[in-house]
């Protein structure tokens, strides 16, 4: 294989790397302000938009998603948050 292929497919690997990334989002939710109860809500009503998956530790609840909607990639991060913290509120 020649040099230039090599380094081809050597940046192939890092770009797939980057979107195995921006595939998956962890949230941080400290247990001292935020309740299960409402992250449940959130995680049922955002559910056909990403696959989501909890974890409970010893000062967080930590929310994974996966499977991402490309159409709101860049923006469900933030919204899911808010909601979050809407449904703290109510």
């Known amino acids: 294989m020649k040099k230039k292929q ?3 497919l050597k940046g192939k690997s ?3 790397k980057q ?3 921006e595939e998956h989002i962890l949230i941080n939710f400290n247990k001292n302000l935020y309740n299960l ?3 449940r809500l959130a995680i049922k009503k955002y ?4 696959g989501f998956s909890f974890k409970k530790t010893k000062n967080y609840i930590q929310v994974e998603l996966s499977n991402i909607d490309r159409s ?4 469900i991060k933030d919204e899911f948050c ?3 913290f809407f449904l703290m509120k109510s």
Do not use: G
């Open 82 to 84: 808010n909601y979050v």
């Open 14 to 16: 890092k770009v797939e």
């Open 47 to 50: 559910q056909d938009l990403a």
């Open 37 to 39: 109860k409402a992250i």
């Open 6 to 8: 090599k380094k081809q």
């Open 19 to 21: 979107l195995k990334k």
């Open 72 to 75: 709101v990639r860049k923006i």
